[in-house]
């Protein structure tokens, strides 16, 4: 099983700071399949990034994912106040797995 | 849009079966997979499993000797078994449409809002 670990576990920033959510996994993923996820609380999982760093429909362009191997990054330019929330990173190269999250919060 | 509602008993004995539905909107269940997904406190996110609009299935390893997705393609739903519950399956169960952009497969881009499901006596 791949295991997906997310750093940092929590990030403090400000409304319009950019924030950079890593997540490493413990052998290469294949052929691009990983995903990434908003969630807020009491609410499911969003699709925000698919293979990588395609962006689902509706997810504005102030979000963009990068990396390949074992190292992928989810990158968000400019902090907007909806933008605070957890964020999940996915695999799904090899069976389908989930990290633990990283907790963007307002500082 | 693709709506999907979750249905099912919030309680559950240990040792029984835990059953759960879903009911697909705004679209059909033919032509894509889906899934169940929990989430509880202690394990984050955890994928169950998947079934294709045809019947097959694919689960996770950790889960298969107690899990059993089926779909009824003339209800636009599908369903969850998961056996022998402990309080360990304690969860948000969510159930989600996976999606597929050019060949890229196996994300899930529709989800449900989730329903508590408790294992207690």
């Known amino acids: 099983e791949i295991v997906l670990t997310q750093s940092p576990g929590t990030l403090s920033l400000s409304a319009g700071e950019r924030a950079t959510l890593s997540c490493r996994a413990s052998?290469?993923?294949?052929?691009?399949?990983l995903a990434w996820y908003q969630q807020k609380p009491g609410q499911a999982p969003r699709l925000l990034i698919y293979g990588v760093s395609s962006r689902a429909t509706g997810i504005p362009d102030r979000f963009s994912g990068s990396g390949s191997g074992t190292d992928f990054t989810l990158t968000i330019s400019r902090l907007e106040p909806e933008d605070f929330a957890v964020y999940y990173c996915?695999?799904?190269?090899?069976?389908?797995?989930f990290g633990g999250g990283t907790k963007v919060e307002i500082k | 849009q693709v709506q999907l509602q979750e249905s099912g008993p919030g309680l559950v004995k240990p040792s029984e079966t835990l059953s759960l539905t879903c009911t697909v909107s705004?679209?059909?269940?033919?032509?894509?997979?889906w899934s169940w997904i929990r989430q509880s406190p202690g394990k984050g996110l955890e994928w169950i499993g998947y079934i294709y609009y045809s019947g097959s299935t694919n689960y996770n390893p950790s889960l298969e000797s107690r899990v059993a997705i089926s779909v009824d393609t003339s209800k636009n739903q599908f369903s969850l078994k998961l056996s022998s519950v402990t309080a360990a399956d304690t969860a948000v169960y969510y159930c989600?449409?996976?999606?597929?952009?050019?060949?890229?497969?196996?994300?899930?881009?529709?989800w449900g809002q989730g329903t508590l499901v408790t294992v207690s006596s």
């Open positions: 996915q695999q799904y190269g090899s069976s389908l797995t």
């Open positions: 705004g679209g059909s269940i033919s032509g894509y997979y």
């Open positions: 052998q290469s993923v294949s052929s691009s399949y």
């Open positions: 989600a449409r996976v999606g597929c952009g050019g060949g890229n497969c196996m994300y899930f881009d529709y």
